[in-house]
């Protein structure tokens, strides 16, 4: 086994940021509702957790000014962005606009805002947080998802790598 040639130094935060953006995420806009009002933030931090119960997990910045109006509820859904949505990502990534300006959606059986033409989505009631540094690791149960006829468009997930949106590209066998 090899080991690094220099002892180990403080991590900055820049190449910290800049080697994690060499592992490839999804897109998704957790959102919510505040007083009748759909509310909600872009997110890359999203994964399963358990399927018996059902659990799924994001990640969001302490400093985070909508997060803590969605977790007043107790609830939010996720809603996972496809390949031509990469305009709804940057409509909710900025601060102090209208993030719904333009967006079509429709409420999920608790209200929580389900965007449309999204790869999938799913509704949770907030299960667990965890403080891990910066960030709050908050854990859901699955209370109702996108139905199987949500899943019948062709189309692929909006991602982001290296700092950029990207997207799938079927694999070509090699010959020989």
């Not at 996720?78 to 390949?83: D, G, I, M, Q, T």
């Not at 900025?94 to 965007?115: E, L, M, Q, V, Y």
């Amino acid at each position: 086994m090899s080991h690094p040639a220099t002892p180990p130094t403080a991590i900055d935060a820049r190449r910290f940021r800049d080697t994690l953006g060499h592992y490839a995420s999804g897109i998704t806009i957790v959102s919510g509702i505040e007083d009748g009002a759909p509310i909600g933030f872009t997110c890359q931090s999203f994964y399963s957790v358990s399927v018996d119960p059902p659990l799924v997990s994001f990640s969001v910045m302490k400093t985070s000014t909508t997060y803590p109006r969605i977790a007043a509820d107790g609830k939010f859904a996720v809603n996972v962005l496809a390949h031509d949505q990469r305009a709804v990502s940057n409509q909710f990534a900025r601060k102090g606009t209208d993030k719904w300006a333009g967006i079509d959606w429709s409420p999920a059986a608790s209200g929580n805002p389900i965007i449309a033409d999204t790869l999938m989505w799913v509704d949770c009631e907030i299960w667990a947080e965890h403080e891990a540094g910066d960030h709050l690791i908050v854990i859901g149960k699955v209370v109702e998802m996108s139905p199987a006829e949500w899943h019948e468009r062709d189309t692929e997930p909006l991602l982001y790598f290296k700092g950029a949106y990207r997207h799938l590209r079927e694999l070509e066998q090699l010959a020989g």
